[in-house]
């Protein structure tokens, strides 16, 4: 076992922000567990990352998830810190319009995930009484949007359950925070809106350092937390 002080887990990790918490995190004594559905594209990304342990895995399916952490467990000893960067986004369907499948994919991969993801890694925090939980929310998830009901929803139970979690867990040593971006430039932002100004949006290498930040010591009398991290919009 490589000797670090810290292990910190990553989902979505191929994604924009991904790539961004992580390249904020290699760093002597960080040690990563990364998490993204595509194990070609983790193995891609990170394969040549000598403190990185890859993990593909569908944060939607529970029994998955514990089982392909159960596996990594032993490799790193402890998980200290978790940045849930992980969801989905789809809109343009009003209310009375949007399907059940529609419905139930955004709370999956937006909620459900962090359901599936505490389960695994909550009880060896409580064990050890210390942790630092952030999940990534969105703006829309303090206020109904035409058009993005459900996805509002499914934002509004994550930051929901974060602040059920940090009530659950602060007394245990463990810190559970949400950021709160409006739009990440993104290049898939970018060709989904071109006619924008995206300068107004946020950088992800700027959404990362608030996520690392809150994992850190120095954030250690922040529970409970929902950061907006809205750049100038």
Known sequence: MIETSRTVLITGATGQLGRAVVQQLRQPGTRLVLLARNAAALQQAY????????????????MQVQERLARVLPQVGAIDAVCHL????????????????????????????????AAAVVPGMKLRGQGAIVTVGAGA???????????????SALLRLTEAMSAELKGDGIRVNCVLPSIIDTPDNRAAMPDVDFSAWVNPVALAQVIVFLISEEARAVHGAALPVTGLL
Not at 47 to 62: H, I, K, N, R, W
């Open 141 to 155: 998830a303090l206020k109904g949007v035409a058009g993005m009901g459900a996805y509002c929803a499914a934002k």
């Open 86 to 117: 992980a969801g989905g986004f789809r809109m343009g369907d009003p209310v009375h319009a949007t399907s059940p499948q529609t419905w139930q994919y955004l709370q999956d991969v937006n909620a459900g995930s962090l359901l599936h993801l």
């Open 47 to 62: 394969g040549d990352v000598p403190q990185a342990v890859l993990v593909d895995v569908d944060l939607t399916q529970p």
